[in-house]
């Protein structure tokens, strides 16, 4: 679960989660390519990306929008977690 996490730690760590959608997912994806990891492999980290969004929700670290539309940011400063909080309480869990 920690490789699928990294690269959105590397690239988006200080950027609040509810800010995260398709284009952003999409760029994920190319860096993904450019370190030369399959297609297969790609589909199961960005899986696995999905899942910590979902799991994110289900404890309320992260507004609904964010998981349900994948793409939509939330506006509201409800839930102001950044992705290194979101992992860090993943590996909690791991």
């Known amino acids: 679960m920690i490789d699928a996490v990294a690269p959105v730690n590397e690239l988006y760590g ?14 994920l994806r190319q860096h993904l390519v450019e ?4 297609r297969t492999e790609i589909n199961k980290r960005v ?30 400063a ?6 290194r909080l979101l992992s860090a309480s993943l590996t909690k869990y791991v």
């Open 47 to 76: 899986g696995r990306i999905k899942r910590v969004f979902k799991w994110a929700v289900s404890e309320e670290l992260i507004s609904p929008s964010t998981h349900c539309s994948f793409g939509i940011p939330n506006t509201s």
């Open 14 to 27: 200080d950027s609040p989660a509810d800010e995260f959608g398709p284009l952003k997912l999409k760029t």
């Open 35 to 38: 370190h030369g990891l399959c």
């Open 78 to 83: 409800e839930f102001p977690i950044c992705f």
